[in-house]
């Protein structure tokens, strides 16, 4: 099982950023995916779920109204539309398949002016 995300970078506030998470080893389509994020020092925290099907999606209230989590089966990704971008956003994004048993190495999202 791999899961490789990209997608991060500089942002200013209020910016949008797209993360993508290209997932591969597995039937992808079989599994609900999540998305988390961790700062130093601080837990994992969940920010995101989609259904096998991305027919259901679920957020942090943190994030809700703000990211958009979907995925493309046929693509095996899963991706994290990020808009209204605030300094508190500044941290590591990882995905992560629905049972938590896998991790990609994440990507850094920074929002600062």
């Known amino acids: 099982v791999q899961l490789v995300e990209s997608g991060g970078g500089l942002v200013q506030p209020g910016g949008s950023l797209r993360l993508s998470c290209a997932a591969s080893g597995f039937t992808f389509s079989s599994y609900a995916m999540k998305w988390y994020r961790q700062a130093p020092g601080k837990e994992r925290e969940w920010v995101a779920i989609i259904s096998s099907d991305g027919r259901s999606t679920n957020y942090a209230v943190p994030v809700k109204g703000r990211f958009t989590i979907s995925r493309d089966n046929a693509k095996n990704t899963v991706s994290l539309q990020m808009n209204s971008l605030k300094p508190e956003d500044t941290t590591v994004y990882y995905c992560?398949?629905?049972?938590?048993?896998?991790w990609g190495q994440g990507t850094q999202v920074t929002v600062s002016s």
């Open positions: 992560s398949r629905v049972d938590t048993l896998y």
